[in-house]
């Protein structure tokens, strides 16, 4: 081997520890253009049309003498309360936060992230904002525009509290959102077939498990979406989903177990990414 | 000279595989070219640099600082990427741009230097339309360009001429020439020799995740000149051929291709025999239809500094 070249030293140079906000927001506007674009959000709005497209067909189909019988407040309880919690805002959580670091490595994008001058873990942070943001949008504007849909149907607008009641639908979906995004947002980070298994697990603990009155239901992001609702809304009038209010954790405690639960997902899911290697392919191999 | 890339005992496994097998090099600042034929480790090393990878073993510092989780060294740092990908629905400003408002800089100071980063790659009339309208040429040039737009002091680029044609090779040549000019550090990852003279003539050579080399580039041709030269000699009288070659004092030895209807020679004073060469090829009745070096590929120099 040749002589190396003539090395004295390292031409050392100080770091800046200032924290880059203005490239983090940059990284917030990009992964919000990466989540409105693409196949996802039309399916998913396609999705979120069902339940008002099933209200109408039951309405229409119904005798007139069901039609009377206040048809709004079952419709809300069976489309607002069971089928858009139950399968379309998790799937929605599923399908924005599961990408945030799949797509960009499935794309080997993720190299023009990393050369940035951006903190790993702020990296992964901010994208699963991002898809936070646009999965309680998008769960939100739905269920109300599902809500006011329903009222117009059945001719029954509820004219008291309906700006409240459609802003408290958006919160705990919201708050829904919070920790279903930092769970399959984790979940995408730990798997390859992160989308197989959210799926499972949406059918089986949170709409199975979540079901059963048992210790294990606490486990989930259902029963607290339901204390919430059976607390702040009252959807339907003798339906509990077999809970006892008076035992049960209070509002404020649903509250925060959704948003510590979301939070401590975020943090090891930002830990875990921090840690990891993304090694890219090249054409040739290596 | 000041080292600016330190790799001290650097070892970098992927599972089984092994990528870099403890490695120690300093590249300083100019222009320096990064060779090895491919799987030799060239791309793992420049995300070792670039902190996308952390060595299994020993440490890699970038301008004094170690790489890995180093987010604050990337303000210093400049990739070109091989990989062939961006956000292809966004324009090549648009994509710049973005690369440089995430290294902090304001909308109005990023479209400025996202302009002027396109400019040097010669891409403005194209900037506006949408990468995935783009061909291989222009690609390379954009990636290039988001590798400048925050005017690092270090800049890598990993087989920047692959899939390009003569015209943006040779205008990508001359923007790397003017970066080394300007003082910037750059290095050239390629498996292809000449591509890296028209550069630089400093070298290093990396095999099978080793150092094999590193220094000038005449040194290593000098290296190259010990071992015997390869020659192939097309031609449809190749045994009588042979039988002139045999008697040369330069030839060392002569291996009949017979599949090919040609000669394999090896001699050490190749400039001696390609001299000599033409008057042969008068003499004989069939004439030479073909010769050429088979040392011409890197893989070639490769073998002969590993000694296999």
Not at chain 1, 115 to 136: D, F, G
Not at chain 1, 188 to 206: D, K, S
Not at chain 2, 25 to 30: F, L, N, Q, S, T
Not at chain 2, 251 to 267: F, P, Y
Request: proline share 4%; aromatic share 8%; hydrophobic share 50%.
């Amino acid at each position: 081997m040749m002589e190396p070249a003539t090395v004295v030293g390292h031409d050392a140079v100080r770091l800046s520890r200032i924290p880059n906000f203005r490239g983090l927001f940059a990284l917030l506007v990009l992964a919000l253009r990466q989540q409105v674009r693409g196949w996802r959000l039309i399916i998913l709005g396609l999705l979120f049309l069902l339940p008002g497209a099933l209200a109408a067909i039951v309405y229409e189909a119904a005798p007139a003498s069901a039609r009377r019988s206040s048809p709004a407040e079952v419709f809300d309880f069976v489309f607002l309360f069971m089928l858009i919690p139950h399968a379309l805002a998790p799937l929605a959580a599923l399908l924005c936060a599961g990408g945030i670091v799949r797509d960009e490595v499935e794309e080997q994008t993720l190299t023009y992230l990393l050369l940035r001058p951006l903190p790993r873990m702020a990296i992964y942070t901010v994208k699963l904002l991002a898809a936070l943001i646009i999965a309680a949008l998008l769960t939100s504007f739905f269920t109300v525009a599902t809500l006011v849909f329903i009222a117009w149907l059945s001719g029954e607008p509820p004219t008291v509290g309906y700006v409240a009641q459609g802003m408290t639908i958006a919160a705990i979906f919201s708050l829904a959102q919070v920790a279903y995004c930092g769970l399959f947002a984790l979940l995408a980070l730990l798997m390859r077939r992160a989308l197989l298994v959210g799926v499972i697990y949406i059918i089986f603990f949170e709409g199975l498990l979540a079901t059963f009155d048992t210790i294990a239901r606490r486990m989930t992001v259902m029963y607290y979406f339901r204390l919430l609702v059976l607390r702040w809304l009252n959807p339907a009038r003798g339906v509990t989903w077999e809970f006892n209010l008076k035992t049960a954790p209070t509002a404020a405690n649903c509250v925060l177990t959704l948003l510590v639960a979301g939070f401590v997902l975020a943090i090891v899911g930002s830990l875990i990414f921090a840690s990891r290697e993304f090694r890219m392919k090249t054409p040739e191999g290596e | 000279m000041n080292a600016v890339i330190e790799f001290d005992g650097v070892s970098k496994w992927y599972g089984n595989v092994i990528g870099l097998n403890k490695l120690t090099v300093r590249i300083a600042a100019g222009v320096t070219g990064l060779l090895g034929p491919n799987g030799a480790g060239k791309s793992t090393m420049l995300q070792l640099a670039t902190g996308q990878l952390r060595p299994s073993q020993g440490e890699v510092r970038v301008l004094g600082h170690r790489t890995w989780n180093n987010a604050a060294l990337m303000r210093h740092i400049g990739l070109c990427p091989e990989q062939d990908a961006f956000y292809e629905w966004m324009t090549g400003l648009g994509f710049v741009r973005t690369c440089a408002r995430l290294t902090g800089m304001s909308l109005r100071k990023a479209t400025a230097a996202a302009e002027k980063a396109i400019a040097r790659v010669g891409m403005t009339d194209n900037m506006g339309r949408r990468i995935r309208g783009y061909s291989k040429g222009m690609r390379q040039r954009i990636k290039l360009a988001q590798a400048l737009v925050h005017e690092p002091r270090v800049l890598l680029l990993d087989e920047p001429f692959t899939g390009t044609d003569p015209v943006a090779r040779r205008d990508l040549s001359a923007v790397i020439r003017e970066l080394g000019e300007s003082g910037h550090s750059v290095v050239v990852s390629s498996h292809v020799l000449h591509e890296v003279e028209t550069l630089t003539t400093n070298i290093v050579l990396v095999h099978r995740g080793r150092l094999v080399a590193e220094g000038q580039i005449q040194q290593i041709r000098d290296l190259i000149d010990r071992h015997p030269h390869r020659i192939i000699l097309v031609s449809d009288d190749y045994r009588s051929l042979a039988a002139k070659l045999v008697c040369w004092d330069d030839v060392e030895g002569v291996n009949v291709l017979r599949d090919r209807q040609a000669l394999l020679i090896e001699t050490r004073t190749p400039d001696s025999f390609y001299a000599r060469l033409p008057a042969i090829a008068l003499e004989t009745v069939t004439p030479i239809r073909e010769v050429y070096s088979d040392d011409n590929n890197l893989e070639a120099v490769f073998k002969y500094l590993v000694g296999k």
